[in-house]
């Protein structure tokens, strides 16, 4: 495996990467020779994987929703060996790992930047004092807040929790009945995300119509923002927000993608993003883009490798670079793509507690367009009863000659496969 030599002293450590880009970002840090310290709790649903274990070059077990824990273990390593880095393995961690770095000296974003990020009514009201446009919103944390909200706001809205991650708990809501009923559904939840319990703080927001995108790229420290590419999410049935698939490019004409790149840039200023990737959600309305949410981070659900494939871009090796004040080329972010488009199917269990089998799973993991496969439940393994990211029961990566062909090949994938 070939070693990148100005990269070779070089050690870092990664804080939970419990998304897939965090996964991948210690991956290529391995193979670009640097030396990774992952610093995990390694238990539940922050359980290491295989790969990510074999890739670090020590695993150092602690609680890391515990922040004096965690900082007192790193820099217990620091002192014996100094890191040279701290990046984020997940987005429920970037703040945890902004104040790591800042406990120890080391380059990251300002604390402050990450915690607007990260909670999505701070991140709401930058973008909104900047005058761009965002939904209307409140916040809630009791029933009587979530009235106040809702009059508020008004139906249809949105509820999501103002710091959770991969669409957990957030739903629509038509009239006060549905919104009290998601409500509560979030603050009766006795299942942990990341080893934390769910905070009842909530977001009600406008419900904004129109077609979902990622738009994913990065901020050097000059201040210059690029976008890599936009991305087609595709999205399960309403009122949940289950994301059931990406194609990387997003079919969408120049004018459009002008306006969305410009939209992009002025967000991530305006939430004082200032290097590092990112990775910005939102819907296209007649109006023009609307945000989602913006996060200082590595996008999940295999994105980045879409982007590779598509644009030749690593984006984890453009956090590698940024954070280490590398240049990009000499940290081989570039190369040339591998597909004129490319997607992720995700399989649904569709109400089912448990499968048998999954008919014409195999067959479809044979295709050549397809390039990557994984099931994330056993047969007869429970499969949680959420309508979110959790439930879904596995993957398959592809290309295609078109956006409209990945489109296309989307659908095939989703036809083809059955729980039973």
């Not at 790969?51 to 602690?62: C, D, K, M, Y």
């Not at 059931?244 to 939209?263: K, N, R």
């Not at 494939?309 to 956090?319: C, R």
């Not at 050549?368 to 099931?375: G, N, R, Y």
Request: some cysteine.
């Amino acid at each position: 495996m070939s070693r990148i030599d100005p990269l070779q002293p070089a050690r870092i450590v990664v804080v939970e990467p419990a998304s897939s880009g965090g996964a991948t970002l210690i991956g290529v840090a391995a193979e670009m020779g640097l030396r990774v310290v992952v610093a995990s709790a390694d238990t539940g649903d922050r359980r290491l994987s295989d790969a990510v274990r074999g890739a670090a070059e020590t695993v150092l077990t602690v609680e890391t929703n515990d922040q004096a824990a965690l900082e007192a273990a790193v820099r217990e390593l620091h002192d014996q060996e100094p890191f040279e880095a701290v990046l984020a393995g997940s987005d429920i961690y970037v703040s945890a790992t902004a104040r790591v770095a800042a406990a120890l000296g080391l380059p990251g974003l300002p604390v402050e930047t990450v915690d607007r990020v990260r909670d999505k009514s701070v991140m709401r009201a930058a973008v909104a004092e900047a005058g761009l446009r965002t939904p209307r919103f409140a916040q809630a944390t009791s029933d009587e807040e979530l009235r106040a909200a809702a009059a508020h706001v008004g139906f249809p809205c949105v509820l999501k929790p103002v710091a959770c991650s991969g669409s957990i708990h957030v739903s629509r809501a038509d009239d006060m009945d549905q919104l009290a009923a998601a409500f509560q559904r979030l603050v009766t939840d006795p299942v942990p995300d990341m080893g934390q319990l769910h905070e009842h703080r909530v977001l009600v927001e406008e419900y904004v119509a129109g077609p979902e995108f990622s738009a994913d790229g990065y901020v050097l420290d000059s201040g210059e923002v690029t976008l890599v590419a936009l991305t087609r999410t595709l999205l399960g049935p309403e009122p949940d927000f289950v994301e059931m698939g990406h194609l990387t490019p997003a079919q969408v004409d120049s004018g459009i993608l002008e306006a969305v790149e410009a939209y992009v840039v002025d967000v991530v200023r305006a939430v004082h993003l200032t290097s590092g990737p990112f990775h910005c959600e939102l819907r296209l309305t007649a109006e023009g883009p609307v945000l989602i949410e913006i996060g200082a981070r590595l996008p999940g659900d295999r994105i980045v490798e879409l982007l590779r494939l598509v644009t030749g871009v690593s984006l984890p090796k453009v956090a590698i670079a940024t954070s280490l004040g590398l240049d990009l080329d000499e940290a081989g972010a570039f190369a040339d793509p591998q597909a004129k488009s490319a997607g992720i199917r995700f399989f649904s269990a569709e109400g089912r507690s448990s499968y048998r089998e999954l008919t014409g799973w195999q067959d479809m993991a044979a295709l050549p367009e397809v390039t990557e496969t994984s099931v994330y439940f056993a047969p007869g393994e429970l499969i949680p009863g959420v309508e979110d990211c959790r439930s879904r029961l596995g993957h398959a990566l592809f290309t295609a000659d078109s956006p409209q062909g990945a489109l296309d090949r989307w659908q095939a994938l989703g036809d083809a496969v059955v729980a039973v």
